[in-house]
T-cell receptor
Framework: GDSVTQMEGPVTLSEEAFLTINCTYTATGYPSLFWYVQYPGEGLQLLLKATKADDKGSNKGFEATYRKETTSFHLEKGSVQVSDSAVYFC???????????FGRGTQLTVWP | EAGVVQSPRYKIIEKKQPVAFWCNPISGHNTLYWYLQNLGQGPELLIRYENEEAVDDSQLPKDRFSAERLKGVDSTLKIQPAELGDSAVYLCASSLGTGGAKTGELFFGEGSRLTVL
């Protein structure tokens, strides 16, 4: 079945450090891929998405490229800020009724 | 514009008691979702509504869980009787039409945290 595997956290970085959060997926067909973010005390919100192979999603300085050959969608940011501290969820939209399947989330803490 | 509103934010009950959660989606969003999030895990879909119709409820444990969405707006998720393993966060989300489901852009509430003692 469709699933997402996300690197375990927590991830702790200093401000301005480079961020990578790994995400790989298993799916039939051609899924769409997403990163959601949950800031403290808030609901999950869509950060970025990619709907086909080689697409790059980007938002707020974050990027992720849909790699079909490696079934990956790693999240990257060149210089993190304290305000980026949150839980990040990788997700895919599968072929079963268009369901979203989420990874377990990665807690990111950025120190000044 | 108001986001997805859920209540209560926190609920503590004893096992075998009933509990209900309420969700008010974003105005105009006709698709509504209930997700279950266990500690340290990602959200898992329980049920999806298109207007009043439950179009995807195969993951809802129907022996103790029920949901309704009268008039295609607000929704209620009920557990009766609650078990210890039901302790989790119950998330409600909404999206604009079926397009939201296709694009994956769901808008989530802050969740209702249930503790069953």
């Amino acid at each position: 079945g469709d699933s997402v595997t996300q690197m375990e956290g927590p991830v702790t970085l200093s401000e301005e450090a480079f961020l990578t959060i790994n995400c790989t997926y298993t799916a039939t067909g051609y899924p769409s891929l997403f990163w959601y973010v949950q800031y403290p005390g808030e609901g999950l919100q869509l950060l970025l998405k990619a709907t086909k192979a080689d697409d790059k999603g980007s938002n707020k300085g974050f990027e992720a490229t849909y790699r079909k050959e490696t079934t990956s969608f790693h999240l990257e940011k060149g210089s993190v800020q304290v305000s980026d501290s949150a839980v990040y969820f990788c997700a895919l939209r599968g072929s079963t009724l268009g369901r979203l399947y989420f990874g377990r989330g990665t807690q990111l803490t950025v120190w000044p | 514009e108001a986001g997805v509103v859920q209540s209560p934010r926190y609920k503590i009950i004893e096992k075998k008691q009933p509990v209900a959660f309420w969700c008010n989606p974003i105005s105009g969003h006709n698709t509504l979702y209930w997700y279950l999030q266990n500690l340290g895990q990602g959200p898992e879909l329980l049920i999806r509504y298109e207007n009043e119709e439950a179009v995807d409820d195969s993951q809802l444990p129907k022996d103790r869980f029920s949901a309704e969405r009268l008039k295609g707006v607000d929704s209620t998720l009920k557990i009766q009787p609650a078990e210890l393993g039901d302790s989790a966060v119950y998330l409600c989300a909404s999206s604009l039409g079926t397009g939201g489901a296709k694009t994956g852009e769901l808008f989530f509430g802050e969740g209702s945290r249930l503790t069953v003692l």
